[in-house]
């Protein structure tokens, strides 16, 4: 057994030597979570897995650097510069590059930054005769964003009476019509903002399934760092790639979320032991969530047909 391996305590090490199915790792902060996502990524590398059919998700660059250099220490730098690791937008986007043509873009797609988003929602609004102070940019980015995090296309946002019941409360009716023109103008310049880079990464998976099954086998394993902290697109993401071949780990604390105003969903843990069907002997590394407590509908978010 690996050196590392005697480093981590009983419950950590069941959860690097597990292998056999969807794995659900929660513990608190400073318990050693990421440690074991990072030794059970070199321990695939040494039990059979090639570093490209490894599929690592972070949320900063930050953390998805300093865990390939740990895993190089244990495997090798040649071998760790292979792993598909990164956060879910630069992985996302590395892969729309090379599928751009079957959503109509060209690999060479721009990313608007927030900046961007904001300038180009400004100038719909004031086309549309619209009161800033009523419209702020900001505020209906916001929302934008927030349609994109759990899939709601333009046309489907339009055809929901919650949410226009939503937008008229706030005073701010004319949203429906301004995500639309959002949508074509980014589509028309050839631009993705960052939540684009989720959606149509979905669009892409659920349109093309030669394509998915075309990554489906590429990523044999995929593992999710802080999975309190994902949103119901990328979720649905993860889902879609690791349904059928159900090797998956997620790792999170079910009691700290960072990035809920980015539409992180903790229901995610929760519905991860409805999705995957294992036992609690298949969850090694700790507890799962307490299910009486809280609980996920498998319908919130249902996943719209249409891309507006």
């Known amino acids: 057994m690996s050196d590392y391996i005697e480093e981590l305590n009983e419950s950590q090490r069941a959860a690097v030597l597990y292998g056999d199915g969807p794995s659900l790792v929660i513990a608190g902060a400073g318990s050693g979570k990421t440690r074991v996502l990072t030794y059970k990524i070199a321990y695939l590398l040494e039990n059979g897995y090639n570093p490209w059919n490894i599929l690592a998700l972070t949320f900063t660059n930050k953390a998805a650097r300093e865990m390939k250099e740990r895993i190089a220490r244990q495997v090798g730098e040649q071998r760790a510069r292979f792993l598909w690791m990164g956060t879910f937008h630069s992985v996302f986007s590395r892969i729309l590059r090379a599928e751009a043509s079957h959503i109509g873009f060209t690999s060479q797609f721009t990313i608007y930054d927030s900046a961007d988003s904001k300038s180009l929602i400004r100038s719909i609004i004031k086309e549309m005769g619209l009161d800033e102070k009523t419209y702020k940019p900001g505020s209906v980015q916001a929302r934008i964003s927030n349609a994109k995090n759990h899939l709601v296309s333009p046309s489907g946002y339009a055809a929901n009476k919650e949410a226009y019941e939503g937008d008229l409360a706030a005073k701010m009716p004319a949203i429906r019509d301004i995500y639309s023109r959002y949508w ?9 903002d960052f939540d684009d880079l989720l959606v149509y990464t979905y669009i892409l998976f659920r349109d093309f399934p030669d394509v998915l099954a075309r990554y489906r086998e590429q990523f044999r ?36 979320s960072i990035y809920s105003f980015r539409g992180a969903d903790i229901d995610n843990i929760l519905y991860f032991t409805k999705i995957y069907p294992f036992h609690p002997d298949h969850c090694p590394c700790g507890q799962q969530p307490d299910r009486k407590e809280r609980t996920a509908d498998p319908q919130r978010g249902v996943l719209r047909e249409g891309t507006g």
């Open 184 to 192: 074509e103008r980014c589509r028309q310049a050839g631009a993705m």
């Open 221 to 256: 394993y995929v593992l999710v760092d802080e999975y309190q902290d994902t949103n119901y697109a990328q979720h649905s993401i993860v889902l879609q790639l690791t349904k059928e071949n159900q090797r998956v780990c997620v790792v999170g604390d079910d009691a700290q």
